[in-house]
C-alpha cells in the first residue's frame, strides 16, 4: 500500500490533473464525499486530503509516504525527516515584502505583519535588519492600513490583491511553487514503489 497526503484548495485543483496524467485517479464519487482516506482507480494506493500546512505533519510522522505541498509550507514547516524530491511546478507564487510605500521599510526595527514567521525572520536577519514580527493568519494588507505594522510579508501571484489594498512589492525573499515530498524511511522501506510515482509525476509535468 502507497499513501499520499495531497493538499486541498488552489495546491489540489493543478494537483488532479498532474495526477491523473500519472495514472491515478480520484473519482468525482470519492472527492464529493465526506471520507477521509480516499480510494483511487489503483487498488494500492490511497489519498487523504488535508490543509497545505498539515500535509508536512502527515508525510513526517509516516502517517503517509508521500504528499503534495506548497514550498512556502515546507521552508515554514522545516523538512524534517522528509524528502523534497521533485519541484511541480504548480500553484506559483512569490514570497514578497510589501509597503505603502519604500519609505516604510526604513525602520530601525521594522515592524512586519505576517503568517510566514520563520522565513520572515530568516530573510531579514541575513540582511542585518531587526525586526519585530506580528504574527497573523489572513488578511495581512490589513495590518499596514491600520498602523499594526511597516510591512508585510506574504504570497504574491499577480499583484491583484496588494494593489486593492494600496501596497507595493518592494523585494522579493523566495520563488514558491508545489513540491512532492517523500516519508524518509518509507522511501527506504517502498524504493521501487516510490521511485516509480516519482518518474511517472515527472514524466508528466
Ligand atoms: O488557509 P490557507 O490560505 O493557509 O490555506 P487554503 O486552504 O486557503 O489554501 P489555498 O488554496 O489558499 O492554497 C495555499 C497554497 O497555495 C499556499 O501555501 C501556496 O503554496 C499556494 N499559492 C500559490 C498561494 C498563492 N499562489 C496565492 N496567491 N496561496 C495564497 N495566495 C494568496 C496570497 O496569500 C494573497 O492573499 O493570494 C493572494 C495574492 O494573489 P494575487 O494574485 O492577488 O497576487
Ligand atoms: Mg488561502
Redesign the pocket.
Known amino acids: 500500500m502507497l499513501t499520499i497526503t495531497l493538499?486541498?484548495?488552489?495546491?489540489l485543483k493543478q494537483t488532479l490533473p498532474l495526477l491523473e496524467q500519472a495514472g491515478l485517479i480520484i473519482a468525482k464519487k470519492e472527492l464529493n464525499s465526506r471520507k477521509l482516506i480516499l480510494d483511487t482507480n489503483l487498488t494500492d494506493v490511497k489519498v487523504i486530503i488535508v490543509?497545505?500546512?498539515d500535509v508536512p505533519i502527515f508525510v513526517q510522522h509516516g502517517a503517509t509516504d508521500m504528499g503534495i505541498t506548497?514550498?512556502?509550507?515546507l521552508l515554514e514547516h522545516g523538512a524534517n525527516n522528509l524528502f523534497e524530491v521533485l519541484d511541480l511546478g504548480i500553484?506559483?507564487?512569490k514570497l514578497m515584502v510589501a509597503a505603502e510605500s519604500k519609505n516604510r521599510l526604513k525602520q530601525n526595527t521594522l515592524k512586519v505583519a505576517t503568517k510566514y514567521v520563520n522565513s520572515t525572520k530568516r530573510y531579514f536577519q541575513n540582511k542585518g535588519q531587526s525586526c519585530e514580527i506580528i504574527k497573523l493568519y489572513?488578511a495581512m494588507e490589513l495590518a499596514p492600513k491600520v498602523g499594526l505594522a511597516h510591512c508585510i510579508v506574504?504570497?504574491?501571484?499577480?499583484?491583484?490583491?496588494?494593489k486593492a489594498n494600496g501596497l507595493i512589492p518592494f523585494e522579493y525573499i523566495e520563488k514558491?511553487s508545489?513540491r512532492l515530498v517523500v516519508n524518509i524511511a518509507s522511501f527506504r522501506t517502498k524504493n521501487a514503489q516510490i521511485k516509480s510515482w516519482i518518474q511517472n509525476i515527472e514524466n508528466s509535468l
Request: aromatic share 0%; hydrophobic share 25%; net charge positive.
Open positions: 493538499s486541498k484548495g488552489r495546491i490543509r497545505s500546512t506548497g514550498k512556502d509550507v500553484a506559483k507564487c489572513g506574504d504570497l504574491v501571484d499577480t499583484g491583484n490583491t496588494l514558491i508545489s
